[in-house]
């Protein structure tokens, strides 16, 4: 093994080498009011330009005649009924989709995610709404064949008599005779 050694070390503060080309803090403070002074005539041409664009506007929509004007208000109210009709032809695609799905045994809230997704084109979402059917008509079917199954009886297993007891008295019965015990 090493031998351990006591080493004494002493404090020394080292000073950062001096950096003739940096800038000192007047210089900055000075190109930083530079720079202000910079984005503030920025700000005001913009804001300069912008009311030039809508005193032109104003401008041009004043010049435009009745009937330019009767024009560009029938062309927006023309958009706006294609947007709406668009919109209606959707919504009656997602409740056809939703109509079809709730009648194959998709719940509500399936039925409306599985349309939506069909309108949008999302077949991942579909295949998913398809897989939750599936296993809610699983579990549905074995819920009702547990439900149909007969219960198990408490008494004693039948045996060869008891069965041939059960056969000789449903003979008797459809014959009109009395059954034997």
């Known amino acids: 093994m090493a031998d351990n050694t006591n080493l004494e070390t002493t404090n020394t503060t080292q000073e950062a080498p001096k950096n003739e080309s940096a800038p000192s803090v007047e210089d900055l403070a000075r190109q930083v009011k530079e720079l202000q002074a910079q984005l503030a005539k920025q700000k005001k041409a913009t804001d300069n330009a912008s009311s030039d664009a809508a005193d032109w506007k104003k401008k041009f929509n004043a010049t435009l005649t009745e009937a330019q004007q009767a024009e560009a208000a029938r062309a927006e ?105």
């Open 77 to 181: 109210a023309e958009k706006a009924l294609r947007e709406e009709n668009e919109a209606l032809k959707r919504d009656k695609v997602i409740g056809a989709y939703s109509n079809r799905a709730l009648s194959l045994g998709y719940d509500a809230d399936l039925a409306a995610q599985t349309a939506e997704a069909m309108a949008n084109g999302d077949m991942d979402t579909v295949f998913a709404g398809i897989g939750k059917l599936i296993e809610s008509v699983k579990t549905k079917t074995v819920t009702e064949n547990l439900a149909k199954q007969a219960s198990l009886s408490v008494g004693t297993p039948p045996t060869t008599n008891t069965v041939q007891m059960d056969e000789e008295n449903q003979i008797r019965k459809w014959m009109g005779l009395p059954t034997k015990k």
